[in-house]
């Protein structure tokens, strides 16, 4: 079955680490989308993918950087620059920026120790 | 950025009671689409519209795209405990960025 996986499901981190989120998909989807989830906050995009090797910053893309080397991958790198990084971290994908919904991961919760 | 106000934020109910959510927008909108996010889990599309004025069925949920194109009704009938979770609405601005927008979600707890 198609989907897309995030992992791991829990990440532990001492504060100043970097540290590296996975996203895989497998829809054959082109545009891929990293957002972080805080209480009360909704989802604040951090950075998009139209397409393979391109990406764009999103509202609150200070302190992470991504590659999209791969059209399946997207990871996510959270560096030690973000001042507030425990949060939970979502991926998503769709086949194009236009009049198509997103399927989600089932998410990642990272801890900074 | 663009901004989607969803109402309410929060809704406490009994199982068996029929539940109401909106989203709002100050722009014009040609797609609204509705997610159910289960605790830890990523949301999940629950519907999507496409044309002003279209309701939408999926079980019990029925959701409607405004006449004005600025708002999206989300209603679900006899509620379950496995209701429970977050509810968001997302939309596409016509002629914006055609990113979706999304907004801050309503947390549904049912009371068996």
């Known amino acids: 079955d198609g989907g897309i996986t995030q992992s791991p499901k829990y990440l532990f981190r001492k504060e100043g680490q970097n540290v590296t989120l996975s996203c895989e998909q497998n829809l054959n989807h082109d545009a891929m989308y990293w957002y972080r989830q805080d209480p009360g906050q909704g989802l604040r995009l951090i950075y998009y993918?139209?397409?393979?090797?391109?990406?764009q910053k999103g509202d609150i893309a200070e302190g992470y950087s991504v590659s999209r080397e791969k059209k399946e991958s997207f990871p996510l790198t959270v560096t030690s620059a973000q001042k507030n990084p425990t949060a939970f971290y979502l991926c998503?994908?769709?086949?194009?920026?236009?009049?198509?919904?997103?399927?989600f991961g089932s998410g990642t919760r990272l801890t900074v120790v | 950025g663009q901004q989607l106000n969803q109402s309410p934020q929060s809704m406490f109910i009994q199982e068996g009671e029929d539940v109401s959510m909106n989203c709002t927008s100050s722009s014009i909108f040609n797609t609204w689409l509705w997610y159910k996010q289960d605790p830890g889990e990523g949301p999940v599309l629950l519907i999507a519209?496409?044309?002003?004025?279209e309701l939408t069925s999926n079980g019990r949920l029925t959701a409607q795209f405004g006449t004005t194109r600025k708002d999206s009704f989300l209603n679900i009938s006899a509620s379950i405990p496995s209701d429970v979770g977050i509810y968001f609405c997302a939309g596409r601005t016509q002629g914006g960025s055609e990113k979706l927008v999304f907004g801050k979600g309503t947390k549904l707890t049912v009371n068996p």
């Open positions: 519209l496409y044309k002003a004025g």
């Open positions: 993918s139209q397409i393979v090797n391109d990406f």
């Open positions: 998503a994908s769709s086949r194009g920026l236009s009049n198509y919904g997103y399927t």
